[in-house]
Every structure is written in C-alpha cells, then in structure tokens.
C-alpha cells in the first residue's frame, strides 16, 4: 500500500501529515509533527510512556495506526496546560515532586487527566489501576498517586467554586 496523507487536529492545532500504512500515531507525533512530549520507551503497549488522549480516550500511541487517526482529536501533556497555566493534574505533579527523572510523567499526566475526566472522585485503588499501563522506574509511585488525589481536590474546588459564582449572577 501507498502512503496517503491523514488529517488531525493536536491539541488544537489542525495538521496534515503524508504517511506509510505502517507507521504508528506515536511515530507521526513525535517524528513528524513534533510533538516531542509524548514519549517512545517500548514501541509495544507495555510502559505507556507514549499515552495521549484520541477522541476522549487515553491510548498507547505506539498501539494505534497512524492510518486509524484520520479526522481524530488528539491531546497529549503540552495541550493539557502551560508553564504560566498549568493543569490541575501538571500543577499537583510539580507540588508534590512526583516527577523524578520526568520520561514518565507525560504519559502518567495524561492518563490521570483522562481518569478525572471520567471519574472526578476516584479511590486510591481507582488511581491505581486507571495508570497500571503507566510504568514509572524512579518514584515507587506514592508521590504519584498523592498527585492524583490533589489533582481530583483542586478540581473539585475550583468546579464549586464556579457554580456558586453562577448561582449569583
Ligand atoms: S512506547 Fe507505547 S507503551 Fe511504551
Ligand atoms: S519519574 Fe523517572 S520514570 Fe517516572
């Protein structure tokens, strides 16, 4: 089969990208378009360090077909927030020093992201199997999961916050 050109938009940004029917949507992120953040550890779905959010799900890019992500939405880590704007997720991270070496810690930021998406309240035990797929070799994970609960506080508070601002508008 020929390369053919896909469509898809990364964290915002409309792309178009010529590719080879066999090359993964990690291979396309990272080597094509740049996006440098998501991170190639295995290549075969075991440590997640590649995981990026497509259409609403967290995914190992390494696992999906470039081909697959036609007309897809991606996020990875950089789309989530900023140095100055941060996401809740990458700000817990940074407070509790739950990144060491770091080569993890998109992966593992986007997978949290994903979790509170779906789960705004999750247990310990729920954190712990939504970043199974995460392998981390510095931390032992503790400082993660801390981050994780604080992370799920923050945003607890902040949605509150502004819906009693809109009760009193
Ligand atoms: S690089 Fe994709 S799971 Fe390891
Ligand atoms: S912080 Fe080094 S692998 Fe997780």
């Given at each position: 089969?020929e390369?053919?050109?896909?469509?898809?938009?990364?964290?915002?940004r409309?792309?178009?990208?010529?590719?080879?029917?066999?090359?993964?949507?990690l291979?396309?992120?990272?080597e094509?378009?740049?996006?440098?953040?998501?991170?190639?550890?295995?290549?075969?779905?075991d440590?997640?360090?590649?995981t990026?959010?497509?259409?609403?799900k967290?995914?190992?890019?390494?696992?999906?077909?470039?081909w697959?992500?036609?007309g897809?939405?991606?996020?990875?880590?950089?789309?989530?927030?900023?140095?100055e704007?941060?996401?809740?997720?990458?700000?817990?991270?940074?407070?509790?020093?739950?990144?060491?070496?770091?080569y993890c810690?998109?992966?593992?930021?986007?997978?949290?992201k994903a979790?509170?998406?779906?789960?705004?309240?999750?247990?310990?035990?729920?954190i712990?199997?939504?970043?199974?797929?995460n392998?981390c070799?510095?931390?032992?994970?503790g400082?993660?999961?801390?981050?994780?609960?604080?992370a799920?506080?923050k945003?607890?508070?902040?949605?509150?916050a502004e819906?009693?601002?809109?009760?009193?508008?």
């Amino acid at each position: 089969m020929e390369a053919k050109v896909i469509h898809l938009t990364v964290n915002g940004r409309a792309h178009r990208a010529l590719v080879e029917p066999n090359l993964s949507l990690l291979h396309v992120l990272r080597e094509l378009l740049g996006y440098t953040d998501v991170k190639n550890g295995c290549e075969k779905g075991d440590c997640g360090a590649c995981t990026v959010i497509l259409n609403g799900k967290a995914v190992n890019s390494c696992l999906v077909l470039a081909w697959q992500a036609e007309g897809a939405v991606v996020v990875t880590d950089t789309g989530l927030g900023t140095l100055e704007h941060p996401h809740p997720v990458q700000e817990a991270f940074a407070d509790l020093g739950a990144a060491q070496c770091g080569y993890c810690t998109p992966g593992m930021v986007v997978s949290a992201k994903a979790l509170l998406d779906e789960n705004p309240h999750p247990s310990e035990a729920e954190i712990r199997e939504a970043l199974s797929g995460n392998l981390c070799r510095c931390t032992g994970y503790g400082q993660i999961v801390h981050a994780v609960q604080l992370a799920a506080e923050k945003m607890v508070t902040a949605e509150s916050a502004e819906n009693a601002e809109e009760k009193t508008r």
